[in-house]
């Protein structure tokens, strides 16, 4: 298994309370992501990282922001939360990009609930 | 807009049969096509992937079935069994960039 490390594994806060979400990897790769999944939807993408300090916009960027000051860390902070990020959050790793992508591979997730 | 719209949405399949789950995309410039596999309390886990450049793939009882002109792929499982009950997740990527859009997910369950 690849070396992703989620935390907290589970998180009960109230609306309008920061969060943040750490995501720990050990295989030194390149490119970090942050997924949110929820029932429908499958996998979204919220924020991605290729690089310390390089970060992108995902389709579900709003109301969340991100850092990576190191290759192992890639941080989710909610600013405020509201019902609405009520979701399971998975941290991805890839050493993609390239001239072919690779897969990616994932943690396993943090339950988030916002009362 | 779902840009891998992924059917049935749930699965039930006997034990010894076929399972086959359905992708198709528009976007003509994805590249990489994984498949993934997500059992309850944990992440999405690579199970096979395909390029454009061949039409199937297999690995095991697990058959990716790709069709380029009509934007299509999907997976089948031979030989069901209870432990493939999971859901399963396709997805498409472009290089460069290494973003992945998934599907929704299909809920396939096994009976004895």
């Known amino acids: 298994d690849a070396g992703i490390t989620q935390s907290p594994r589970h998180k009960v806060t109230e609306t309008g309370t920061p969060v943040t979400l750490r995501c720990h990897q050990t295989?030194?790769?390149?490119?970090m992501y942050w997924y949110r999944q929820d029932p429908g939807h499958g996998l979204r993408l919220i924020h991605y990282s290729y690089g310390v300090k390089d970060t992108d916009k995902g389709e579900v960027s709003d109301g969340y922001s991100v850092s990576r000051s190191k290759t192992e860390d890639f941080l989710l902070t909610l600013e405020s939360a509201t019902s609405s990020q009520t979701s399971v959050y998975f941290c991805a790793i890839s050493g993609g990009g390239g001239l072919s992508n690779q897969p990616q591979h994932f943690g396993d997730g943090t339950r988030l609930s916002i009362l | 807009q779902q840009q891998v719209k992924q059917s049935p949405q749930s699965l039930i399949v006997q034990k010894g049969g076929i399972s086959i789950i359905n992708c198709a995309y528009e976007n003509t410039a994805f590249d990489y096509f994984p498949w993934y596999q997500q059992f309850p309390g944990k992440g999405p886990a690579l199970l096979i992937a395909i390029r454009p450049d061949v039409s199937e793939k297999k690995e095991g009882r697990f058959t990716i079935s790709f069709n380029k002109s009509a934007k299509q792929f999907s997976l089948h499982i031979m030989d069901s069994q209870p432990g493939d009950s999971a859901t399963y997740f396709c997805a498409a990527s472009i290089t460069p960039g290494n973003q992945f859009y998934f599907g929704t997910g299909t809920s396939l369950t096994v009976i004895p």
């Open positions: 295989e030194n790769h390149r490119y």
